[in-house]
């Protein structure tokens, strides 16, 4: 489909780089050539030694050194592909780079397409940047023959989209090539030579391509031999013209005039580093436009001089993990952020500094701050887009944010009253599934690359953030948490609704696979994921327990649930009092029940026996007086974390077959499993009734636990793969 070209010549330091990210496009039908011209470092070693494992890469040597263009021009006669890719040998690009330009290609019937650059520096001392502003980055848009010469005015007030790297039909290409006299601008005058061709040429302001600028860099200095072969390859242009081309020969001639100021200004800042005061006040008076050309580089300097004092350095030479996530992570108040606090704190307590940072304000939901308890102090930093800190406050300025929030209080409060038989409140969209807008990447962009040694994406739908942190080369981990794909079907088959995002197998795992590491909660996920991507490294990581000295058994009219507002918790918990609650105070009538957690929001009044504790900052309490822990999950897959954490503080559970997946193997003589609402109830009334067997439960229980989930079985291959890197 594709053929990928990278012209090289002694990129060593960045070759490996670059090609891998060719090598992981989620377009898999593609050919990647290398044309090397005549390089004398590692280049090839390292070429040859990916081709032994990918035969889609090919190597093509000159034994002289002619410039960039030549190399692509060799690489263009060999190239098999339907469409060529230009991507440089010091640069990189997203997975979805290729599937995305061709399949809009396609759509738009254009025949020459190109991304947005990001742009960003080799020691991330300052912030990157974009080709694409104002009006040009809002949508995508057609370029013509004469747009597109006057958007490569040098100094101009347009982008230079003669640095945009094009993706064009091979077709175009049977007869035209570079012009091998130019060692910059030569995408340029090929994509000229198509336009008057009659290609026509799209725009899309996606950032799918990463430009790194590094002092052996030659593309973004213009040099006085490189303006003058760029001036002479245009004076023959005009020569060329015919009369009926008198409007693009205006546009090439505006062109040429703003190469003649920028030889004057490059005459002018020799003469000024060389104190040739009189040389360069001469060609001032001569060329009066670059005297406004020279305030470039004092707006440099000061740029240089303020990013120094934003950028975040590091404070030390220790190993900096930057965990990617959208999860509202506040403390332990919830599955998922339990189990990402707990393996952070395994890494944090191997000497290791741990960040945290959140891409997007939707982490909020719908209010308009976050409060983060002490539970986060176990990072080194803590970063939310869209919000300014104020101690341990997250504060959105965002009006309607407010508003918002306001409404969902008012909501909330009728709700409970029994004001309101429902809620009226529109949750909003789940924020971890939501598609990162340019604005969550270029924040991941300006802060990640500092802190980023390795990466590690918190849920599947984050691994496409990965590319942003501008570290191609530090090792990465998605936290699986959950099988995405399987719950659709799952709310389905019990007429439910509620699913918060919708992944085909083929996506997740697709999702999966753009990072190093997946790390899987359970057994049965990972074997799902290993059938899917053999060649992945696959880690399991289950929840690392720190279990009680002895069974608690509690009191014996006392049941807890706890849960967040996951659509699994919220489904369980109404079939547990539909179908259960009843028969257990008929059966029990000193039963009582309490629920902790976020769960009840959206729930209305509870029946009489049933008290709400909502969130708590300790369950310490509740699970010591909890007689019996009830786990009525019909939907979900994931490890049941609060299965773990019950199992570990010596209590007795009562649960369904869902409570168990992926975990039978070591609990399914440690609990009570009942699918059967009645049978469910008559589980949780009978252990009420009997302290002995409780006791015998959870000592079975916490054997298995000390057994099974110590956090070195748990963490260890994991710390083993960030530490060891």
Not at 202 to 219: A, C, G, M, W
Not at 249 to 257: D, F, K, P, T, Y
Not at 305 to 323: E, F, G, P, Y
Not at 443 to 466: E, H, K, S, W
Request: hydrophobic share 40%.
């Amino acid at each position: 489909m594709v053929s990928v070209i990278m012209a090289n010549y002694n990129g060593g330091a960045y070759l490996a780089d670059a090609i891998r990210s060719v090598q992981r496009q989620t377009l898999r039908n593609i050919e990647i050539i290398v044309s090397d011209d005549a390089s004398n470092d590692c280049s090839v070693e390292i070429t040859t030694q990916l081709m032994a494992v990918d035969d889609r890469i090919r190597l093509l040597r000159s034994d002289r050194n002619r410039g960039p263009a030549a190399a692509r021009n060799d690489a263009l006669g060999l190239a098999k592909g339907a469409w060529i890719a230009i991507v440089d040998s010091d640069d990189f690009i997203h997975p979805t780079r290729l599937a995305t330009l061709v399949d809009s290609a396609v759509r738009d019937d254009a025949d020459i397409v190109a991304d947005d650059l990001l742009i960003f520096d080799t020691d991330h001392s300052f912030p990157p940047s974009t080709l694409l502003k104002g009006q040009w980055k809002r949508k995508p848009f057609w370029i013509d023959t004469n747009g597109y010469v006057r958007a490569n005015i040098l100094y101009g007030h347009t982008p230079i989209l003669g640095y945009l790297k094009p993706l064009f039909r091979s077709v175009l290409v049977t007869s035209a090539r570079y012009n091998e006299d130019l060692r910059i601008g030569e995408d340029y005058n090929l994509v000229l030579t198509l336009l008057r061709a009659g290609a026509r040429f799209r725009v899309y302001p996606d950032l799918l391509y990463f430009y790194r600028k590094h002092n052996s860099s030659i593309s973004h200095r213009l040099q006085t031999k490189v303006l003058d072969a760029l001036k002479v390859v245009d004076l023959q242009l005009i020569e060329r013209l015919r009369s009926k081309d008198d409007r693009l020969r205006a546009e090439i001639e505006a062109r040429v005039n703003s190469i003649d100021i920028a030889l004057a200004y490059e005459e002018v800042l020799s003469s000024l580093k060389s104190a040739n005061w009189a040389q360069a006040i001469r060609t001032i008076v001569a060329n009066p436009k670059t005297l406004f050309l020279l305030r470039l580089p004092i707006i440099a300097r000061i740029k240089r001089l303020r990013s120094r004092k934003k950028i975040a350095h590091r404070q030390n030479d220790r190993r900096q993990v930057c965990v990617i996530s959208r999860q509202r992570v506040v403390g332990r108040t919830n599955g998922s952020s339990v189990y990402l606090l707990d393996l952070m704190k395994a890494i944090a307590d191997r000497g290791i500094d741990i960040h945290f940072l959140s891409p997007s304000s939707s982490t909020l939901g719908r209010w308009p701050y976050i409060a983060i308890s002490d539970d986060l102090s176990i990072f080194k930093s803590v970063r939310i887009h869209g919000t300014w800190r104020l101690g341990r406050y997250f504060v959105s300025l965002d009006p309607r944010r407010l508003l918002r929030g306001a409404f969902a209080v008012c909501d909330m409060a009728a709700l409970k009253l029994g004001l309101s038989g429902r809620s009226y409140s529109k949750k909003d969209p789940y924020s971890i599934a939501q598609p990162l807008t340019r604005r969550d990447q270029l924040f991941i962009a300006r802060y990640a690359p500092r802190i980023g040694d390795f990466l590690i994406a918190d849920y599947c739908f984050l691994t496409d953030a990965l590319p942003f942190a501008l570290r191609p080369e530090a090792g990465s981990a998605v936290i699986m948490h959950d099988r995405f794909s399987s719950r659709p079907g799952q709310f389905a088959a019990l007429n439910r609704k509620g699913v918060e995002a919708i992944l085909t197998e083929e996506k997740e795992c697709d999702m999966l696979g753009r990072a190093d590491t997946i790390l899987a909660i359970q057994w049965e996920e990972a074997d799902f994921v290993r059938r899917r991507l053999p060649k992945h490294q696959i880690i399991v990581a289950p929840l690392a327990a720190r279990p009680t000295d002895a069974p608690q058994p509690g009191q014996d009219d006392q049941i807890l649930f706890v849960g967040s507002a996951a659509a699994a918790n919220v489904d369980g918990l109404t079939w547990f009092i539909d179908y259960c609650w009843t028969a257990i105070q008929r059966s029990y009538p000193a039963a009582k029940m309490c629920i902790a957690g976020t769960v009840s929001q959206f729930m209305g009044p509870m029946p009489d026996g049933i008290r709400v504790a909502g969130l708590v900052k300790d369950l310490d309490p509740l699970y010591a007086q909890a007689g019996v822990i009830v786990s009525p999950l019909r939907i979900g897959s994931g490890l049941k974390i609060k299965l773990i954490e019950a199992l570990s503080r010596g209590k007795t559970v009562v649960g369904t077959s869902k409570t168990l997946q992926g975990v039978g193997e070591y609990f399914a003589d440690c609990i009570v499993i009942e699918d059967d609402p009645e049978r469910f109830a008559e589980a949780v009334v009978r252990l009420l009734m009997d302290r002995k067997a409780r006791i015998a439960l959870a000592s079975r229980g916490l054997s298995q636990i000390r057994d099974h989930f110590s956090p070195e079985k748990c963490y260890g291959a994991f710390l083993k793969e960030v530490v060891g890197r």
